[in-house]
């Protein structure tokens, strides 16, 4: 059984480009989070989604952010217009049902 | 929003040793888990803890769910040099909705030293 895959794993971006992030969490889970986590700190959580449906966008800014997991495919995360604020390795997680979450590798945006 | 204390910051120890680390909480989890991530990858879970007192054990790793749910704490006994990496408590409030995102402490970075 995989584990959750994240691609890419290094994603270097110029400012005001698209930041896509994809994630395929691990067969069977239907529940996806994303995590952000900036140098030297813990991961802040952005965003919950299961199949089709977004269910806590809380922690994700309101502007340039969303998130999508489709009924079929990866979720993906999509940051418009990057800025340099948005550099950091974002995490992908995903569970079978409520707890003990599963983490992918991340993926480190750099914006340059 | 609910916040985690996580200390020690970092710790120096040389091999062979126990190692204890500890959270506490400004608010109540239903759930504590410890993660430990290497350099350039992602968190790894280590133990899950489900119920007030509760203390599990995985291998070295011993864990405990504080009697108030503020609190965990996770020891290491017997270090070995590839215990290195940072250590995360994550809390989560539980069943339903957005109780089921982690609330993240900010790591304890191990060295042990050979």
């Known amino acids: 059984n995989a584990g959750v895959m994240q691609n890419p794993r290094h994603l270097v971006r110029r400012r005001g480009q698209e930041a896509r992030l994809r994630c395929s969490p691990m067969?069977?889970?239907?529940?996806v989070y994303w995590y952000r986590q900036l140098p030297e700190e813990g991961l802040k959580f952005m965003v919950y989604l299961q199949k089709e449906n977004i269910i806590d966008e809380s922690g994700m800014p309101k502007e340039r952010f969303s998130a999508e997991f489709p009924k079929e495919g990866p979720s993906i995360l999509r940051i418009q217009q990057v800025v340099r604020g948005d550099s950091a390795a974002y995490f992908c997680a995903s569970s079978p049902h409520s707890t003990e979450a599963f983490f992918g590798q991340g993926t480190r945006l750099t914006v340059v | 929003g609910q916040q985690l204390n996580q200390s020690p910051q970092s710790m120096f120890i040389q091999e062979g040793e126990d190692v204890s680390m500890n959270c506490t909480s400004s608010s109540i989890f239903n759930t504590w888990l410890w993660y430990k991530q290497d350099p350039g990858e992602g968190p790894v879970l280590l133990i899950a803890?489900?119920?007030?007192?509760e203390l599990t054990s995985n291998g070295r790793l011993t864990a405990q769910f504080g009697i108030t749910r503020k609190d965990s704490f996770l020891n290491i006994s017997a270090s070995i040099p590839s215990d290195v990496g940072i250590y995360f408590c994550?809390?989560?409030?539980?069943?339903?909705?957005?109780?089921?995102?982690?609330?993240f402490g900010k790591g304890t970075l191990l060295t042990v030293n050979p």
């Open positions: 067969k069977g889970h239907s529940h």
């Open positions: 803890l489900y119920k007030a007192g």
């Open positions: 994550a809390g989560q409030l539980g069943s339903g909705g957005s109780n089921y995102k982690l609330t």
